[in-house]
């Protein structure tokens, strides 16, 4: 089984350019979560999507972050002006939507560095 | 708001010798997962709990939970240089909208020879 794809895998960019990450999870996975981690600490949900409608974004700085899910299965993030407190890598995890453990699968992350 | 607390942050374990990473939360959470981390790399998950008294055992990995403490342990018997990564653990707040999981600062473990 494929697990959750994400891409570019690093990006650098300067302070006030836009970037966007993109994400395909697991196939058949309703549940999708976009964190964010900041170097030394535990990941932050930024967004989580059930199919292509937003369940939770209480967390997601919506001045300059936006994030979809079309179609109810890839999904993009997008930072828009970026801000040096912005690096960090951002995960991409999804879940099933039956499960008793509801465990979340993650992708390898996308490294991005605002200079 | 739950609030999810690990320590120590850091663990430096000589190989063959048994150690313990500890995870508070701060409010009723009605699982308790565990992940680890392999520097640069994304997050594998370990276990989860899902109930008071819960133990699971991989290898040399055993977790337990304990819901009236608000505390869940990863004991690691007989450290091997492989175990060397950072592990997280995560709660889930009881009725989360979703799945909303809380995670805490993560043990950075180094196994030593």
Known sequence: ???????PRYKIIEKRQSVAFWCNPISGHATLYWYQQILGQGPKLLIQFQNNGVVDDSQLPKDRFSAERLKGVDSTLKIQPAKLEDSAVYL??????QGRTDTQYFGPGTRLTVL | ELKVEQNPLFLSMQEGKNYTIYCNYSTTSDRLYWYRQDPGKSLESLF???SNGAVKQEGRLMASLDTKAR???LHITAAV???SATYFCAG??????????TFGGGTRVLVKP
């Open chain 1, 1 to 7: 089984e494929a697990g959750v794809a994400q891409s």
């Open chain 1, 92 to 97: 991409c995890a999804s879940s099933p939507k």
């Open chain 2, 48 to 50: 989860v709990l899902l």
């Open chain 2, 71 to 73: 505390l869940s342990t």
């Open chain 2, 81 to 83: 240089h492989d175990l």
């Open chain 2, 92 to 101: 889930r707040m009881i009725k989360a909208a979703g799945n909303k999981l």
